[in-house]
């Protein structure tokens, strides 16, 4: 960048929702494809943050390519793409096989978690290989819960609360950690590169389902002035109308209401709770401020859209025909967001970037 501006991307965490987010990136990538920039989003991005499939979404911007080439990045957006709408039928399929495999392997699993991470596992080794989060092309931040030493652990680039540096990750494990969603992972586990020791992590919704606050503090820990931050917070989409029933819930018991065959509704609340006040504390608190721009995407997913796993055909579709309804219903903020960063990128005056542009769901 060649302007003061800093530009800062957050994204919600959501499971199969992340598709939202990322296709909204795909229509910014589109308007400035059209006022002549092709950068790609590190380019654009001074800092990313996410929690969950938002953590992967920002990493794989954000990381080196494995093997490939300086300023290649891990994945583009139309990888990113991919893993949505074809690898994630294979992470979160329920084959009869794959039940009856990892029930004898592991005869209790009817109170274990959903899905064998091995094959996530396996994806993320590929795409980003043992690079450190040290590495990252641009400042990254990736949210998650050390579940034995009881902390929010944000991973990534920035320095601590303390001011000092952050201790550093496997980009892959991070990744790992950040999508570990109780009830459908089993907790991932971290080789801490600074400490050497192995520390295990869960999701970072559990605390961070819209990390925005976490991006913007971290950028403030960088000596980022209020006024030339813009943020781009990205939401995966809420289901208003995904009503639970009193009356089976009366009789769900501890463990029905984090049973990912009932929706994990626990879980569901929890996150999408968590979001919404998180959303709207921002805006109140930035509407205060003398800067930064905050600029929130966020809008409605059909009922049954709404499972964190849900990887069928047919949901795709909902999922695509969620994000085209939010693009659509955006497009002005995305030109005006395409128009602030072409003008800090060649060094002109920038719309007025102290006040608040919030896009309301």
Do not use: K
């Given at each position: 960048m060649t302007s003061t501006k800093r530009f800062i991307l957050s994204i919600d965490g959501g499971g199969m929702r992340g598709l939202i987010p990322l296709r909204v990136l795909e229509a910014l990538e589109g308007k400035l494809t059209q006022a002549g920039i092709e950068l790609p989003m590190y380019r654009l991005f001074d800092l990313m943050c996410g929690s969950s499939t938002g953590g992967l979404i920002a990493a794989g911007l954000a990381a080196p390519k494995a093997t490939g080439g300086h300023g290649e990045v891990a994945a583009t957006l139309a990888e990113l793409r991919r893993f949505f709408e074809e690898d994630a039928r294979a992470l979160f399929s329920h084959s009869l096989r794959k039940r009856i495999s990892r029930f004898v392997t592991h005869p209790f699993g009817v109170f274990d978690e959903r899905y064998d991470a091995r094959l996530l596992e396996q994806m993320l080794k590929e795409r980003f290989g043992w690079t450190s989060m040290q590495s990252a092309l641009t400042h990254l931040v990736l949210t998650g819960y050390d579940i034995e030493h009881r902390r929010t652990l944000l991973m990534g680039t920035t320095p601590t609360v303390t001011g000092a540096r952050p201790d550093d990750y496997y980009i892959w494990q991070g990744v790992r950690g950040a999508m570990a969603a109780p009830s459908f992972f089993e907790p991932a586990r971290l080789d801490n590169l600074t400490l050497g020791r192995?520390?295990?992590?869960?999701?970072?919704?559990?605390?961070?389902?819209?990390?925005?606050?976490?991006?913007?503090?971290?950028?403030?820990?960088?000596?980022?002035?209020?006024?030339?931050?813009?943020?781009?917070?990205?939401?995966?989409?809420?289901?208003?109308?995904?009503?639970?029933?009193?009356?089976?819930?009366?009789?769900?018991?501890?463990?029905?209401?984090?049973?990912?065959?009932?929706?994990?509704?626990?879980?569901?609340?929890?996150?999408?709770?968590?979001?919404?006040?998180?959303?709207?504390?921002?805006?109140?608190?930035?509407?205060?401020?003398?800067?930064?721009?905050?600029?929130r995407i966020d809008g409605t997913v059909p009922a049954e859209a709404e499972d964190w796993d849900n990887a069928r055909p047919g949901n795709l579709l909902l999922l695509n025909g969620a994000a085209d309804l939010?693009?659509?219903?955006?497009?002005?903020?995305?030109?005006?967001?395409?128009?602030?960063?072409?003008?800090?990128?060649?060094?002109?005056?920038?719309?007025?970037?102290?006040?608040?542009?919030?896009?309301a769901a």
């Open positions: 192995q520390e295990a992590i869960i999701d970072g919704s559990v605390v961070h389902a819209d990390p925005v606050l976490v991006a913007y503090a971290a950028a403030r820990r960088q000596g980022w002035a209020p006024r030339d931050i813009v943020i781009l917070s990205l939401g995966v989409g809420h289901a208003p109308d995904r009503a639970i029933n009193p009356a089976q819930a009366e009789n769900w018991g501890a463990h029905g209401w984090m049973l990912p065959s009932n929706g994990a509704p626990v879980w569901s609340i929890l996150t999408s709770a968590q979001a919404e006040g998180v959303a709207e504390a921002a805006q109140l608190l930035f509407n205060e401020m003398d800067g930064p721009t905050y600029i939010i693009i659509r219903d955006h497009a002005q903020v995305l030109d005006r967001l395409a128009a602030i960063i072409a003008a800090a990128l060649h060094g002109d005056t920038a719309p007025q970037a102290g006040t608040t542009c919030f896009a």
